[in-house]
């Protein structure tokens, strides 16, 4: 078995660079700047964007992160305050908790139902499409408020959840409404957002060559010890790319939480995510040096996440090389 | 932001059937390099165009027939005056305050502001805001004197009210029939009778028709019940002015009411208040009592169906002294940064003093504040509106004083309140730790002033 994965997969789904490329010769030198320049032209418009509409506002809010500006008046140089002011803001370490609550447990169950169908759709099902673009379709909407207004309706005291349970003869709570639940129906929201990721793992299945599996069966392997020594291995930079955007996603999760909970976080902060609060801190309450802080520190949080995802990648992701 | 992988680099080169390396003819990138144009949209608040009119941003929040009749009133006001525009800038009202903040801070705010009492000293005293007293164009001597002060600020006058409107018990005539319960005599009531009769009508109702909807979402209840012990929710200096106790004892009457199921459960009662007026009990016809503000009847009475009346507040002779008092509804501000503020202070002064906004505006921005304007249309005003105007002038007599301007930090208390009051109906607070957590909070949201 581990004989077959030595050897390179037909195609690299991700775009890692292929070291096992014969050198470029010197005739084909102009060949490849023009494929830089393609790349740099393409590149362009989104660099452009940067330079001049990222890039400032991001220097403006690291300098006001050190200042009490607060939108309206004159501001002043505080230094650390607001970083010190951090440490203790209990609402604020709140926020933390329900953040990482829902990117801990909404992410790899998103990522697991997304592999799930992603593997039933790989079968080959018929009017596949219609399916993939059924299930991509909550991906598109999910984060839109149109979705967060009907997630309401669907988990309210008298929604359509309620209703079924109603059927069985069972009293639903307020979803919704009640801090133990409330962030269990933006986690189930997220989850239902499967549709992104799956298409990716649809993508990366199939680029994982017949041969192994059908070498597979005549050493006589089942269906789980295909999966676990075929398709998960082959399938790891693709599952590391998912888990890495989803968690950047996650992270910034803003529109559902503000949408559901009528713009407080609530019931009593139960859903009042990170995002959210530096919301309510700046436009709430003025405290714009505050909450430019606050967006540095989830710079730093999302960065290191990242950071550890790619250095742990070196361990389980496998590029075929 | 999803990208899409690199699904397979696309092979530049191949190997031809002669086994040469072959070359692909790449793509010509030319377009979207350099075809990137940031076309930056400058909005210069009070520009003076060429031919000698001067334009002026309004702004203000509402619904679709708000800013319908607003533009009727810009209308008629630039037929008066030729030589003033006025361009018009609304939005509903949670984007309103992001938006105005955003735009005061980037120099460009409108030059007539419409302004809230709970955000009107986070611009004054910001200097956000132009002193209306300097102003000759707008005559402010006709204003009801109830109301007349609350844009007063150290001395400057940082906004004037569009008109006034008054915190009270909306009470369903036909859930109280329904229940078979007395309509409560709400020259004498006491806050005892206010909860029994709550708990009388949930109880033989068998909680069809609930007593009454939470109160402990809107720190104007809470301002109306520490008046009537003589305290207030702020000082003049913005500090606070209650004590621990009114505060405990105005969070355990709701406790009480959650106790005796005379009100909705802790998580109906928040999606009750996520739901705002349309979901109130009154407007789903599950309810008796719920509190609102004047202004606010005809649309209960209209999304309920069913004949509303207005009570006033419990306590209200029973209690030390009567805390009901005049809101004004929103203010007219003028920014400080604007070019022309005599020309924004005619058009102020056409929307407070003058009959034919009246006409239009009506009672949407509160009773209007200048008394000889309110005595103009009352007569015209919709029913439900009209029953407001005479419970108004009802009350006038009783009531005492008005309240100074909120402190700065003040637009967050309607946070704090719910988030408070949330954690109490779900029983991790007591009303005593509510009330600690509350004071906590608004002091901090405040900066003790």
Not at chain 1, 251 to 258: M, R, S
Not at chain 2, 12 to 40: F, M, N, T
């Amino acid at each position: 078995m581990s004989a077959l994965l030595q050897r390179r997969p037909k195609a690299d789904p991700v775009a890692a660079a292929p070291a096992a490329r014969t050198k470029p010769s010197a005739g084909n030198q102009g060949a490849k700047r023009r494929e830089n320049l393609a790349a740099y032209g393409f590149l362009a418009p989104w660099f452009v964007g940067l330079l001049f509409i990222t890039a400032g506002p991001l220097l403006a809010s690291l300098y006001f992160s050190f200042t009490d500006y607060n939108l309206i008046g004159e501001h002043s140089w505080v230094g650390l305050e607001n970083y010190s002011r951090m440490l203790e803001d209990e609402r604020l370490h709140n926020s933390l908790r329900v953040t990482f609550v829902y990117v801990f447990v909404s992410v790899p169950l998103q990522l697991a139902l997304a592999l799930a169908l992603a593997m039933v759709l790989d079968r080959g099902v018929r009017g596949l499409p219609l399916y993939r673009s059924v299930y991509y379709l909550p991906s598109l909407l999910g984060g839109s408020v149109a979705i967060a207004i009907l997630w309401r309706q669907v988990f309210g005291a008298n929604g359509l959840i309620n209703q079924v349970l109603g059927f069985f003869g069972i009293q639903g709570e307020g979803w919704v409404s009640h801090p133990d639940y409330a962030l269990g129906t933006l986690i189930v929201l997220n989850v239902w957002t499967f549709g992104a990721p799956m298409v990716i793992f649809l993508a990366g299945l199939r680029q994982i060559p017949r041969m192994y599996y059908e070498a597979a069966s005549v050493d006589g392997a089942g269906p789980l010890y295909k999966f676990w020594h075929i398709t998960v291995p082959l399938l790891t930079p693709i599952i590391f790319f998912n888990l890495v955007l989803q968690i950047i996603n996650a992270f910034q999760t803003f529109t559902q939480a503000f949408i559901v909970s009528g713009g407080t976080g609530g019931p009593s902060d139960s859903t009042m995510f990170y995002t959210l609060y530096l919301y309510q801190r700046g436009f709430g309450s003025f405290e714009m040096g505050y909450a430019s802080a606050m967006a540095w520190l989830l710079l730093m949080i999302i960065g290191g996440f990242t950071a550890v995802n790619f250095l742990a990648s070196k361990y389980w992701v496998f590029y075929g090389d | 932001m999803r990208a899409n992988p690199g699904s397979g680099r696309p092979q530049a080169r191949d190997l031809s059937s002669d086994g040469r390396l072959r070359r692909r003819p790449l793509l010509k990138i030319a377009a979207g390099v350099g075809a990137v144009v940031l076309a930056a949209t400058a909005c210069g608040g009070g520009s003076s165009s060429e031919d000698g009119v001067v334009e002026l941003r309004f702004s203000w929040w509402g619904a679709d027939d708000r800013h319908a009749v607003t533009q009727q009133v810009i209308e008629e006001f630039e037929a008066a005056n030729p030589d003033i525009r006025i361009v018009g800038d609304y939005t509903d009202w949670s984007s309103y305050w992001d938006r105005l903040a955003t735009s005061t801070a980037a120099g460009d705010a409108p030059d007539i502001i419409t302004q809230e009492e709970r955000y009107l000293r986070e611009y004054g005293d910001r200097g956000a805001l132009a002193d209306l007293s300097q102003l000759d164009s707008l005559d402010l001597s006709k204003i009801d004197p109830l109301v007349a002060e609350s844009g007063d600020m150290d001395g400057q006058t940082y906004g004037v009210a569009t008109g006034v409107n008054a915190y009270t018990i909306m009470a369903d005539t036909e859930a109280f029939e329904a229940a078979g319960v007395e309509m409560p005599d709400d020259d004498s009531w006491s806050w005892d009778d206010y909860v029994d009769l709550a708990t009388e009508i949930s109880e033989t109702t068998d909680g069809e028709v609930v007593g009454t909807q939470s109160m402990a979402y809107n720190e104007a209840g809470f301002q109306i019940f520490a008046r009537q012990k003589g305290e207030s929710l702020y000082n003049e200096d913005g500090t606070l002015g209650y004590s621990q106790e009114t505060l405990t004892e105005w969070f355990s009457i709701t406790q009480r009411l959650l106790e005796a199921e005379a009100q909705p459960s802790a998580s109906e009662s928040v999606e009750i208040e996520a739901l705002g007026p349309d979901g109130s009990v009154l407007a789903t016809n599950s309810g008796a009592m719920a509190h609102f503000w004047t202004n606010q009847l005809g649309q209960q009475t209209e999304t309920s169906g069913h004949e509303i009346e207005l009570l006033r507040y419990p306590g209200e002779s029973t209690e030390d002294r009567s805390g009901m008092y005049f809101k004004p509804a929103m203010f007219y501000s003028i920014s400080a940064g604007s070019e022309h503020p005599e020309e924004a202070a005619r058009f102020v002064d056409f929307l407070v003093n003058s009959n034919e906004a009246a006409e239009l505006i009506l009672a949407d921005r509160g009773l209007p504040a200048n008394i000889d304007v309110r005595g103009h249309i009352v007569s015209q005003l919709p029913e439900a509106d009209a029953r407001s105007a005479v419970f108004l002038s009802d009350i006038e007599g009783t009531i005492e004083d008005g309240n100074p301007p909120p402190p700065i930090g003040a637009g967050e208390v309607v946070n704090i309140i719910k988030r408070v009051s949330d954690e109490m109906g779900f029983g991790d607070l007591t009303p005593e730790e509510a009330a600690e957590q509350f004071t906590e909070e608004v002091e901090a949201a405040t900066q003790g002033g």
